[in-house]
Structure formats: structure tokens, C-alpha cells
């Protein structure tokens, strides 16, 4: 049953590469360019939408039957949230696709959801037994509600994106295109992420610390890249292995600050190697592809998945949250790391609300803002569940 339900993630996986293929042909092919990137009887991209449709029903598939495996939600580690994130952001972009029918939404929504499965799968994925304190009906109601407001907030940020970059004029350089490049290079460092993660799994690369933990006492940590950051105190126990070149702060957990800083220099190594491939910024290369794309559609259809992902996200990441905190640790709220910025998170989505509706934030100043807070929504996977240790981490 592990072995189906790992089997039918990587036939959503290629589901969802398929339907990224079918809505770039809907674009960019010559005999059936759909300019304004809408459907209008444009069926490569109703192709596209149906290979995101049968994606997502094998996605489910995998999450169900890893569930049977389990005997409980599969939402309790990095991979397992990760992966449920993409699949609830592949269902987001289906409900967002049949209101709108814009084929260009689904050539970057595809990938980001690939993207997103691919980063799950760098982290372990056997399926262990629920610790005690995520043994309640509230891990299903918390987890699952904030994976869905998340994913339909992650369509906000496609859209945003596509509108920065179909408006803003990479023929100059200033603060915009330089702050839009440095957006696409995030994306290129998760992908530098994935390549180096299999890279050193391939050759069973492990280096293995003795520390002093955040509660000053002795632990071992071990490490899957060669330690440019090691652990508080820490001491390498195997041979053969290069010492660490900066040892870190006991509240953070240095071997996933390493792994961060290692998907950094890869993501730039491979940024520069797509700016002389292509001999201009990554934006600008991809900018002729939006030429047709109706800029003032793709706003309302970045604020309509907001205004739709925010209130299920306050649900699941602060309302749910706090009345299981108050049944498992006899308090509502404790400032732990990730109840900060889920905080965080929230104040801001209701900010870009409040001048969207309030103050006329239209167009540029809200696309910016919608790229903003998907930003602070993988900060908070990546680096607030990963290198700082608290009560929520996934480390």
C-alpha cells in the first residue's frame, strides 16, 4: 500500500507536467496561440485543465491511501504537509480555473505545484507514527484547513506574479526589475534546493555532529550537505569529513540553516547560468510570452483568490490553531516561532485587503503585495519549520 500510494504521487507528478505542457501549447504554438491566454475554444488548454484535474484526483489517491497506511492524516512531517500543500494548491488553481478559464494562470500555477512536490520529496518520506501530541481530530481540522487556505492564497501569487511580469518595462533598469529578478532567483534557489538535495543523496553524503541543544544539553545532529554552518559547540563524529566553517546559535537548527545556504549558492549558480543562456534578465525572457495577456483580467483574478484563501486561512492557521493550543498546552497563544508568523501572515493578507478595497491598491502596488505575502508564506515553511527551533518545527 506505501509502494501504491508513493506510485500514484508520481503519476500526479507527471499529470501536472503533462498540463503545464498542454497550456504552454495554448500560449505559444503558432497554430493555436490563444493571445489573451483565455480558453475560448482554445483546446489545448481544456487538455491542460483536464491533465490538472486527473493530477489532482491521483494526488488524492496518494493522500488517501498513505492515510490507510498511516492511520492517521498524512500532514505531520515536512514532506508529507508539503506535498499536501501542492495538491490543495492544484485543487485551488481547478476551482480558479473554471471561474476564469485563463490558460496563462495554468502555465505557472502547474509548475509551482510541481515545484512544491519536487521540494516535499527531498525530505524523508517514511511514514512513522504520530507523536502523542499530534494524536487528536485537531491535527485533521488545523492542518487541513491551512494547507487549503495556503494553496488557494499560492494562486493569488501566480497571478500576481504574471501581472508584474506582463506591466513593468524591463527595457529599464531600476528597483522594480531588479526586486522582480531577485523574485525569480527565490524560485531558481528552491530548484537549487531539489538538485543539490539528490546530488549528495546519491552519494550518501552524511556527516555526523555531537552538540549542545537549545536546552543546553548533549544531542547529535546530522548533517546531508558538507557543513558550512555547524551546531552550537558541536564536534564532527565522522571521519573523513570537513570541519565546519561557522558554528551557529543553539536556537537555530544549523544543519537546515546549512541546507538553506547551500540551496542559495546553487539557486545562484544556476540564475547566472540561465542569464548567459538566455543573454538577458530571466523576466525579460520570459515577458513576450505575456504580450496579449489582459493585465486588468489577471489583477481581479489575484484578488479574487485572496479574498477567498484568506478567511480559510484564518480559520485553519490562527482559529483552529489557537483552540487546539488552548485542548493540547492549556493556552491559546504562546508566541512560539511559527504562531508569530502565522500572525504575521495574517496581517498582512489583511492589510493588502484593507488598501485593495479601502484605498484603491490596484494593479502594480497589488500584484507586489500578493508576491509579498506568498513570500512570507514560504519563509514560514522553509526557514520558521526547518532552522528555528520551537514547538511547531518539522525539523
Given at each position: 500500500m ?6 500514484l ?5 507527471f499529470?501536472?507536467?503533462?498540463s ?23 483546446r ?9 484535474i486527473a ?16 492511520g ?5 512531517n ?13 485543487l485551488a ?10 490558460n496563462?494562470?495554468?502555465?505557472f500555477a ?19 507514527p ?19 487556505g ?35 532567483y ?24 555531537s ?17 558550512l554552518?555547524?551546531?552550537?559547540e558541536?564536534e ?27 540551496s ?7 540564475y ?19 504580450k ?19 478567511p ?5 492557521g490562527l482559529i ?6 488552548q ?25 493588502y ?20 505575502g ?22
Open positions: 506505501a509502494a501504491l500510494s508513493s506510485n504521487l508520481l503519476v500526479a507528478f499529470l501536472y507536467l503533462a503545464t505542457i498542454f497550456f504552454a501549447v495554448s500560449i505559444t504554438g503558432k497554430k493555436w496561440r490563444d493571445k489573451q491566454g483565455e480558453m475560448n475554444g482554445n489545448w488548454g481544456t487538455f491542460g485543465f483536464i491533465s490538472a493530477g489532482f484526483l491521483f494526488a488524492m489517491g496518494y493522500f488517501i491511501t498513505r492515510w490507510i497506511v498511516a492517521h492524516a498524512p500532514v505531520s515536512m514532506f508529507e504537509y508539503t506535498t499536501f500543500l501542492g495538491i490543495m494548491m492544484g488553481f481547478i476551482i480558479i480555473y473554471a471561474i476564469y478559464r485563463s496563462i494562470l495554468g502555465l502547474m509548475p509551482t505545484v510541481m515545484l512544491i512536490i519536487a521540494y516535499a520529496s527531498v525530505f524523508p518520506s517514511e511514514v512513522s504520530l507523536i502523542p501530541a499530534l494524536q487528536s481530530i485537531w491535527l485533521k481540522i488545523h492542518v487541513i484547513t491551512t494547507a487549503l495556503q494553496g488557494i492564497l499560492a494562486i493569488g501569487f501566480a497571478a500576481g506574479l504574471i501581472y508584474l511580469l506582463r506591466t513593468i518595462d524591463y527595457s529599464k533598469k531600476n528597483k522594480k526589475t531588479r526586486s522582480l529578478e531577485i523574485i525569480l527565490s524560485i531558481v534557489a528552491i530548484v537549487g534546493f531539489i538538485l543539490i538535495g539528490y546530488i549528495f543523496n546519491a552519494f550518501n553524503y552524511e556527516a555526523k555532529f552538540y549542545v541543544n537549545e536546552l543546553d544539553q548533549p544531542a547529535e545532529m546530522v548533517y546531508n550537505l558538507p557543513p554552518l555547524g551546531p552550537n558541536g564532527m563524529l565522522t571521519e573523513n569529513r570537513m570541519n565546519a566553517l561557522i558554528e551557529m546559535p543553539a536556537w537555530l537548527r544549523s544543519n537546515d540553516a546549512n541546507t538553506v545556504v547551500w542559495l549558492i546553487a539557486g545562484l549558480v544556476l547566472w547560468l540561465l542569464r548567459l543562456i538566455l543573454r538577458k534578465p530571466i523576466g525579460a525572457a520570459i515577458q513576450p510570452i505575456l496579449g495577456v489582459n493585465a486588468d483580467r489577471v489583477d481581479e483574478l489575484s484578488y479574487r483568490a485572496i479574498a477567498i484563501g484568506f480559510i486561512f484564518t480559520l485553519g483552529f490553531a489557537m483552540i487546539w493550543a485542548i493540547a498546552w492549556t493556552r491559546f497563544w504562546g508566541w512560539d516561532p511559527k504562531e508569530v508568523w502565522a500572525l504575521i501572515t495574517f496581517l498582512f493578507y489583511a492589510a485587503l484593507h488598501l485593495r478595497l479601502s484605498r484603491g491598491w490596484h494593479g502594480e502596488r497589488s500584484a507586489w503585495l500578493c508576491v509579498i506568498f513570500a512570507i508564506i514560504m519563509f514560514n515553511l522553509i526557514f520558521v519549520n526547518l532552522v528555528i527551533a520551537g514547538l511547531h518545527s518539522y525539523a
